[in-house]
């Protein structure tokens, strides 16, 4: 598959059920992440194509998809769900020319998203019960309140570069089957999974309105038109952390609610006691999968000593076998970085940690790639050891394909260790006592911990992280809460023999 081959080179925005180029005529290049080809030129959208698609969204809110039955809506959104499974080939041939990221990982964990992501939502709405209180008023009528969950309008929804397809439908399936519409600013790195995503939606039937998708820039460009726009309802948002910072202050504009999914610097724990085996792998995992692009990632590791050695030995062994190339080829397990300007960065941190003291124990050195990868963005994963707790490279996030393997005595020690950072998203712990894991999952602030495990999703627990790593949580019931309004309401039934 050569990337081009089968998609056309224009990329446009899809607003109120049309593919529309840019309002100013302008586009920007798409490149390919392992072989640096241009994709595509892309709509590059602002205030004007924002502003026409939220009020393509708010028409929708007001018109079909809000006066739909609920049954009728959850309906569509499960034919939309059939239908991405049935796409899966076309979706996942989009999102690896878009990302680089290996067909293993794309096809076993991003795409399948897709269809679960709308699946959970409607199963919950489903079975989801209003609360309900029954009382007597002063004149001895009857009188119930209950509660409404009611859609809050149109949702603005920015989205991060690193897993478009699952952060796409992880927003839209709990905010459409809560009634609500959107309009959708993805990554300017990977616009395609969510385009196609608004032109599928179209062909099951749901109406011109309910998704749009604006490409463009962040700052000073479609998503910060988006985010100031006054008829954007609440806006969900993943991405860096300084990133949602700078929305926050246009959310307060108007008081809209925020729910961010942000970034992390996440430790993994290995005590003495684990499968070395499983461990290695499990940490490899955290530390590499999708090029260390990972919001939950590993970078700081924590061994503890008396294996120290020997997890040491077999991680880097493991990473040293990892499959680097081609994302097509089903061998691959890893691929490029997102962009050049990423691996710059990531490059720059690799400086960094050298000059903060790190031994490397793997990486660094060139990689030997067919002719067609080598203008890709390319970077062996790395491994450190010896930097310094409270060194820059422990508390940054680097959002790279790296880590740094620590030496650790006692488990006070290393959950003072793990809880040295701003950020609180996710923790791996890797154990066979029970009552330490317990200890541990009570004792590190983080919104996730995975003990023997790293990212396995349950889609109704919730989901987000603390400190620096987000506000609110998504998942289960919190998505279904977070996009839609609570209404009480109090009816009073007429006392004995009385009238209203
Ligand atoms: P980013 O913050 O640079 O960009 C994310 C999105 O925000 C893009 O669509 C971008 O165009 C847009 N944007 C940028 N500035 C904006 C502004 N001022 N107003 C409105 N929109 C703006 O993030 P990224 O580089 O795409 O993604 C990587 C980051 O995302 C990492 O920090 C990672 O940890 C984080 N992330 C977190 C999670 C999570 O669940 N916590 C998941 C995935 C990624
Ligand atoms: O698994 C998810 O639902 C999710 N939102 C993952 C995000 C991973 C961060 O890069």
Known sequence: MTPGERLPGLLDHVIDGRSVPAASGRRFAKTHPATGETLWQVAEGGRPDVDAAVRAARAAFEGPWGRMRPDERARLLQALADRLDHEADRLLEAEIHDTGKPVKLAGGIDIPRGAANFRVFIDLLRTRHERAWPSTAPDGAPVLNYTLHVPKGVIGVICP?????????????????????????????????ATLLAQIALEVGIPPGVINVVHGYGPGSAGAALVEHPEVAAITFTGETRTGSAIMKAAAEGVRPVSFELGGKNAGIVFADVDLDAAVEGIARAAFLNSGQVCLGAERVYVERPIFERFVERFVAHTERLVIGDPFDPSTDFGPLISAEHREKVKRYFALAKAEGAAVLTGESALELPERLARGHWLRPTVWSGLADGSRTLTEEIFGPCCNLAPFDTEDEVIARANATRYGLATTVWTRDVGRAQRLAQAIRVGLVWVNAWWLRDLRTPFGGSGLSGIGHEGGEHSLDFYSDIRTVCLKGLPAGGAV
């Open 161 to 193: 570069w690193n897993l478009p397809f699952l952060n796409v439908t992880w927003k839209l399936g709990p905010a459409l089957a809560c009634g609500n519409t959107v309009v959708v600013k993805p990554s300017e790195e990977t616009p395609t999974t």
